[in-house]
């Protein structure tokens, strides 16, 4: 039976392209595979003589048996680092959102302004030849009979 690794979404077996890699496999410890476990988020699995975990969820690359050592239990997952990557990318998401919506906010206001202005000015010609035909050169506001 092949090595392989218990880890969530990891993929690695104990096959050339892994010693290529460099990548080693540890069997679980019988007295803190439960540490194990808990770092690994696995409750469901029960580890036997064949259950494995690859050596790149180790800080260094190897496991220790000290309860002080970061080592002593997994704690690289690439499936955290891909959710991290995937909130930091929706964050900034959000963020270029917002920034496009007080844009579109900010546009909407002197779009609105410039309407009102324009508004004025009709009203300030509507009902004065003169005026028409000073601003507009056309002889008056009104609409020609159809
Ligand atoms: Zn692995």
């Known amino acids: ?10 993929t690695h077996r104990a096959n050339s392209a892994a010693k290529e890699k460099g990548v080693r496999f540890f069997k679980f410890p019988k007295r803190s595979h439960n540490s194990w476990i808990k770092a690994m988020n696995r409750r469901d699995l029960v580890p036997n003589g064949n259950s494995f975990v690859c050596s790149v969820h180790f800080v260094s690359g190897w496991q220790s048996y000290e309860a002080w050592d970061a080592d002593y239990a997994p704690s690289v997952f690439s499936y955290k680092e891909n959710a991290i990557d995937e909130k930091l990318q929706e964050r900034a998401f959000r963020r270029d959102l917002s920034k496009e919506n007080q844009q579109l906010r900010e546009k909407n206001e ?3 302004k410039e309407l009102k202005m324009m508004k004025r000015g009709v009203n300030k010609i509507k009902d004065n030849d003169k005026a028409t035909i000073f601003h507009s050169g056309l002889p008056t506001f009104a609409l020609p009979p159809t």
């Open 110 to 112: 002197r779009l609105w």
């Open 1 to 10: 039976m092949v090595k392989s690794c218990s880890v969530f979404g990891c």
